[in-house]
């Protein structure tokens, strides 16, 4: 028998993003709306990737910068959520969502990313909740082999749209952005308790 969970929403940006979501699945916080102001931002383009959906608001986002949104997680339970509200918001044709990392997202003139940061110990067990937050002894474990995929599936003159702290090692995630061939800026940042939140838009040289 097929179960309906009740529904209710909140609404961000314009989109319906389901109330209830189960507690593994990242809610709309601080960082996203930040990445989100960034990503609404953005030029037009084409086809447009959301590596770490979460609920899917960064995706939808995208959507009004991108004909086609492909949005990745690892979280199973984020990308089916995702795929809910994408439902919702009547934009099923227009945004993709699929369980997956990085390597199996297509090329794209976009990139939004924000990708778990917070250093902590390597996770004693990887629940999905901590899939979410969790970026290992010193906050680069996953978004540096991100940063070098999504080099390699932009075209120059594509663009990365990406949410760091502080409380990372910054300067190490610059310098990286900087080998693979992209400049940067800093497009927003806010001040936290202990950190200072940022959003770095990048741009990929020839
Ligand atoms: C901080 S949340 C961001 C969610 C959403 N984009 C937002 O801004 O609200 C990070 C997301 O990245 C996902 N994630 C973690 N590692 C990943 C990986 N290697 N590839 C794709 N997604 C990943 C997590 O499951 C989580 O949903």
């Known amino acids: 028998m097929c179960t309906l969970r009740p529904q209710s929403y909140s609404e961000y940006y314009g ?3 389901a109330a209830n979501l189960p507690a593994p699945v990242y809610p709309p916080s601080e960082d996203s709306f ?3 102001d960034a990503v609404a931002a953005q030029p037009r383009v084409d086809k447009a990737v959301d590596l770490g959906c979460g609920c899917g608001l960064t995706s939808l986002v995208a959507s009004t910068r991108a004909s086609r949104v492909y949005a990745y997680d690892t979280n199973p339970l984020a ?3 995702t795929k809910l509200n994408v439902a919702a918001n009547n934009l099923s044709r227009r945004v993709r969502p699929a369980l997956g990392e990085c390597w199996e997202a297509p090329a794209a003139q976009l990139y939004t990313l924000n990708p778990p940061y917070l250093p902590s110990s390597p996770p004693m067990r990887q629940d999905l909740s901590e899939l979410a937050w ?3 002894p010193d906050g680069l474990r996953v978004v540096l082999p991100m940063l070098g995929c999504a080099a390699s599936k932009l075209a120059p003159g594509g663009r990365l749209v990406l949410v760091c702290s502080t409380l990372q090692p910054t300067h190490m995630i610059e310098k990286r952005l900087e080998r693979l061939g992209f400049s940067w800026r800093i497009h927003s940042s ?3 308790l202990y950190e200072e939140l940022r959003v770095y838009e990048c741009v990929k040289g020839g």
């Open 15 to 17: 989109f319906k993003i």
């Open 34 to 36: 930040m990445l989100c």
């Open 79 to 81: 990308v089916k959520e």
């Open 134 to 136: 969790n970026g290992g």
């Open 190 to 192: 806010k001040k936290r």
